[in-house]
């Protein structure tokens, strides 16, 4: 029996476990498989990879009636299963060890579709490592991988990750250009949620480099591109992005409104992890709005979850929110306190970028508090760690306030030192304010032991760097309140396209109701004057007195009447005004359609009964009954085919 023979269409949970109960033997490898993929709970995919490691191993499960290569297939599958979890629960020495017994299997095979989500995972696990070189490698096996399976989808997903670690690098020129290219391959696929993640990745990079306008128009085609994909977490994330973006123009009701709505979303769809994230971006937003009581609630709350579920990442970054939170509220004791428990999580579970972060919190809260050998110490653990990464901004920040912490110890030559080694770094990354802060610190450090040629050097080059970021900045303001004022002319004017967009569809309601409302007029009509017509052939017929001649210009009259050309083109005029395209449509894509059959057809889009159309038209139910035989004929439907569906879709 092959996999695909038992594989199920409808991948929903529910769906997959009801399967599961009723499968025996190695059918249940299979749905085993596709609930370890489907299911965003970490835990639970954990629990059934575990299962399936163990099924693999049982010689009594039957799976030695796979095939080698479905019994590694699956394992494999497991294996990244297991590695995913255990990098949430923080194990990076295991996660790498079973990512490549997971990529030996892969390769064994020549399983191309595993491969590539095992590279993808490895690419991961080293981001989250900080080891962006060994990242950006395993991404690039992974879109290589991709070019030669001819598999569009995951060479632009590819890009994206690539992109992003470039991005995090610090190498911002090579990383939009990455990014763009991965848009442009993903926009000629059918796959709306990974162009949306790509468009993610996009509009986060324009937000760094403070280009907002383009950054927030984006980010919303990205959120449009996961609601016309169904991605419920995709759309969720991007609210949360939109508000971070709407946090950067000072926006911040506005902000709080779009965390909202991605909170409400991931409850909705029972995504407990992102409604955790979600609400640690609320938080950093209650800190920028100075409800720090409220912003401690909800980190604390996170922490709690995360600690739960044995979460060490998050627990590590909650803790670092909740010392920051702190901090702000001037309580330092339990700043230090969150951030020294940060800090040793972070090194058990290997999370060298997050414990740079911790180590410059803590030298910089430290520094404010006075405590410059303290801070010292904390900034000279941080820069080694820093190196490993190679971003140049970041180091050239390690180094800058390494040698401030120097000059407020008095100790001016080797401040002068870490200033020199900080402005060769900042220089490479380009960075213009910090290369000015370095200029103003060596003038002054200069200046205090007596050497003033050196002091007026780099006083005149903070001095011009000044004048130059201030024109910049001033641009820059400039350029924001532009993007502010457009941002706000493009809300008014969907706001009033809104608003005309209800008028005419209330309109349209309207003339819908009308026209169904003419249609009954004129079946009613032609129902009363049928019995008076009745009545009178009757009367004719009876020759009780009566003027016959008389009697028959009466029912001919009636005819007439029934048959009133100027009553149906009044009618089809107002159907035309409902549905222009309608009847023109039809006729050219099936040119055979009679007169009375295309108004047959525009009868039954008004769902009118067989016995109300019969009355408009002045014919029999069986006469009608014909036509619309012979419409079905014309238009090749089968006998199972709707009528009524099948012209309501043109």
């Given at each position: 029996m092959t996999t695909a023979k038992f594989k199920k269409e409808d991948k929903s949970i529910g769906s997959l476990l009801k399967a599961l109960r009723a499968a025996r033997g190695v059918e249940r490898f299979a749905i085993y498989f596709d609930l370890m993929e489907s299911d965003d709970d970490a835990e639970a995919a954990r629990a059934r990879a575990d299962e399936v490691l163990a099924l693999l191993d049982d010689p009594m499960s039957g799976a030695m009636r796979l095939s080698q290569n479905e019994r590694d297939r699956y394992r494999a599958a497991a294996l990244r299963i297991r590695a995913a979890h255990l990098m949430e629960v923080g194990d990076p020495e295991t996660v790498l060890a079973l990512l490549n017994e997971a990529l030996e299997l892969d390769k064994k095979h020549y399983e191309a579709d595993g491969r590539m989500k095992t590279l993808e995972a490895l690419g991961t696990a080293m981001i989250r490592l900080a080891k962006f070189d060994d990242a950006v490698a395993y991404f690039s096996d992974w879109r290589k991988l991709a070019r030669e399976t001819d598999s569009p989808i995951r060479e632009g997903a590819a890009e994206?990750?690539?992109a992003d670690t470039l991005d995090r690098k610090g190498e911002h020129d090579q990383a939009m250009e990455m990014i763009r290219k991965a848009i442009a391959r993903l926009a000629t696929t059918s796959d709306l949620a990974e162009l949306g993640r790509a468009k993610m990745s996009l509009g986060d990079m324009l937000s760094r480099r403070g280009d907002y306008s383009e950054a927030l128009d984006t980010k919303s085609e990205a959120l449009a591109h996961f609601c016309a994909a169904g991605d419920a977490k995709g759309e969720a994330r991007m609210y949360t992005r939109i508000g971070l973006q709407k946090e950067l123009a000072g926006e911040y009701d506005t902000a709080l409104e779009f965390h909202l709505k991605a909170i409400r979303l991931h409850q909705k769809s029972g995504y407990e992890v992102g409604e955790s994230e979600a609400c640690g971006s609320l938080a950093v937003l209650y800190g920028k709005m100075g409800k720090y009581a409220e912003a401690i609630d909800l980190i604390t709350q996170n922490l709690t979850f995360a600690r739960a579920k044995g979460y060490r990442f998050p627990e590590c970054n909650n803790l670092i929110n909740l010392g920051l939170a702190y901090s702000l509220t001037g309580d330092l004791a339990r700043a230090f306190a969150s951030l020294e428990e940060a800090l040793t999580i972070a090194r058990e579970i290997g999370a060298r970028q997050a414990e740079f972060h911790i180590l410059t919190c803590i030298a910089s809260r430290h520094g404010m508090a006075g405590n410059f050998q303290r801070s010292l110490d904390y900034n000279l653990q941080a820069l080694p760690l820093m190196k490993e990464t190679g971003h140049q901004l970041q180091i050239a920040t390690c180094l800058y306030n390494i040698g401030l912490a120097h000059?407020?110890?008095?100790?001016?030559?080797?401040?002068?030192?870490?200033?020199?080694?900080?402005?060769?770094?900042?220089?490479?990354?380009?960075e213009k304010q910090r290369i000015n802060d370095i200029h103003y610190n060596l003038a002054a450090s200069f200046e205090q032991i007596g050497e003033n040629g050196k002091a007026l050097q780099h006083f005149k080059l903070y001095s011009s760097g000044k004048d130059e970021i201030f024109n910049h900045e001033s641009d820059e303001r400039i350029q924001r309140m532009q993007t502010l004022h457009q941002v706000e002319q493009s809300e008014r004017e969907r706001e009033i396209y809104r608003l005309k967009s209800e008028k005419l569809q209330a309109e349209l309601e309207g003339q819908k109701k009308e026209l169904t409302a003419k249609a009954m007029?004129?079946?009613?009509?032609?129902?009363?004057?049928?019995?008076?017509?009745?009545?009178?052939?009757?009367?004719?017929?009876?020759g009780a007195g009566h003027d016959k001649s008389s009697l028959k210009k009466i029912v001919g009259d009636i005819d007439d009447s029934m048959e009133d050309a100027q009553n149906w083109e009044a009618f089809e005029a107002q159907f035309h005004s409902v549905h222009p395209e309608f009847v023109k449509t039809l006729s050219a894509q099936y040119p055979k359609l009679s007169p009375t059959e295309l108004k047959v057809c525009a009868l039954i889009m008004l769902n009118l009964s067989s016995k109300e159309s019969a009355r408009i038209l002045n014919v029999s139910a069986r006469s009608l009954g014909e036509y619309r035989y012979r419409i079905r004929k014309k238009l090749g439907l089968g006998s199972k085919d709707n009528l009524s569906s099948f012209l309501a879709k043109l």
């Amino acid at each position: 029996m092959t996999t695909a023979k038992f594989k199920k269409e409808d991948k929903s949970i529910g769906s997959l476990l009801k399967a599961l109960r009723a499968a025996r033997g190695v059918e249940r490898f299979a749905i085993y498989f596709d609930l370890m993929e489907s299911d965003d709970d970490a835990e639970a995919a954990r629990a059934r990879a575990d299962e399936v490691l163990a099924l693999l191993d049982d010689p009594m499960s039957g799976a030695m009636r796979l095939s080698q290569n479905e019994r590694d297939r699956y394992r494999a599958a497991a294996l990244r299963i297991r590695a995913a979890h255990l990098m949430e629960v923080g194990d990076p020495e295991t996660v790498l060890a079973l990512l490549n017994e997971a990529l030996e299997l892969d390769k064994k095979h020549y399983e191309a579709d595993g491969r590539m989500k095992t590279l993808e995972a490895l690419g991961t696990a080293m981001i989250r490592l900080a080891k962006f070189d060994d990242a950006v490698a395993y991404f690039s096996d992974w879109r290589k991988l991709a070019r030669e399976t001819d598999s569009p989808i995951r060479e632009g997903a590819a890009e994206r990750c690539i992109a992003d670690t470039l991005d995090r690098k610090g190498e911002h020129d090579q990383a939009m250009e990455m990014i763009r290219k991965a848009i442009a391959r993903l926009a000629t696929t059918s796959d709306l949620a990974e162009l949306g993640r790509a468009k993610m990745s996009l509009g986060d990079m324009l937000s760094r480099r403070g280009d907002y306008s383009e950054a927030l128009d984006t980010k919303s085609e990205a959120l449009a591109h996961f609601c016309a994909a169904g991605d419920a977490k995709g759309e969720a994330r991007m609210y949360t992005r939109i508000g971070l973006q709407k946090e950067l123009a000072g926006e911040y009701d506005t902000a709080l409104e779009f965390h909202l709505k991605a909170i409400r979303l991931h409850q909705k769809s029972g995504y407990e992890v992102g409604e955790s994230e979600a609400c640690g971006s609320l938080a950093v937003l209650y800190g920028k709005m100075g409800k720090y009581a409220e912003a401690i609630d909800l980190i604390t709350q996170n922490l709690t979850f995360a600690r739960a579920k044995g979460y060490r990442f998050p627990e590590c970054n909650n803790l670092i929110n909740l010392g920051l939170a702190y901090s702000l509220t001037g309580d330092l004791a339990r700043a230090f306190a969150s951030l020294e428990e940060a800090l040793t999580i972070a090194r058990e579970i290997g999370a060298r970028q997050a414990e740079f972060h911790i180590l410059t919190c803590i030298a910089s809260r430290h520094g404010m508090a006075g405590n410059f050998q303290r801070s010292l110490d904390y900034n000279l653990q941080a820069l080694p760690l820093m190196k490993e990464t190679g971003h140049q901004l970041q180091i050239a920040t390690c180094l800058y306030n390494i040698g401030l912490a120097h000059s407020n110890l008095g100790e001016l030559p080797t401040a002068i030192t870490r200033f020199q080694q900080a402005l060769v770094e900042a220089e490479k990354s380009g960075e213009k304010q910090r290369i000015n802060d370095i200029h103003y610190n060596l003038a002054a450090s200069f200046e205090q032991i007596g050497e003033n040629g050196k002091a007026l050097q780099h006083f005149k080059l903070y001095s011009s760097g000044k004048d130059e970021i201030f024109n910049h900045e001033s641009d820059e303001r400039i350029q924001r309140m532009q993007t502010l004022h457009q941002v706000e002319q493009s809300e008014r004017e969907r706001e009033i396209y809104r608003l005309k967009s209800e008028k005419l569809q209330a309109e349209l309601e309207g003339q819908k109701k009308e026209l169904t409302a003419k249609a009954m007029y004129l079946s009613q009509k032609n129902e009363a004057l049928i019995r008076i017509k009745k009545e009178l052939i009757r009367l004719t017929k009876s020759g009780a007195g009566h003027d016959k001649s008389s009697l028959k210009k009466i029912v001919g009259d009636i005819d007439d009447s029934m048959e009133d050309a100027q009553n149906w083109e009044a009618f089809e005029a107002q159907f035309h005004s409902v549905h222009p395209e309608f009847v023109k449509t039809l006729s050219a894509q099936y040119p055979k359609l009679s007169p009375t059959e295309l108004k047959v057809c525009a009868l039954i889009m008004l769902n009118l009964s067989s016995k109300e159309s019969a009355r408009i038209l002045n014919v029999s139910a069986r006469s009608l009954g014909e036509y619309r035989y012979r419409i079905r004929k014309k238009l090749g439907l089968g006998s199972k085919d709707n009528l009524s569906s099948f012209l309501a879709k043109l």
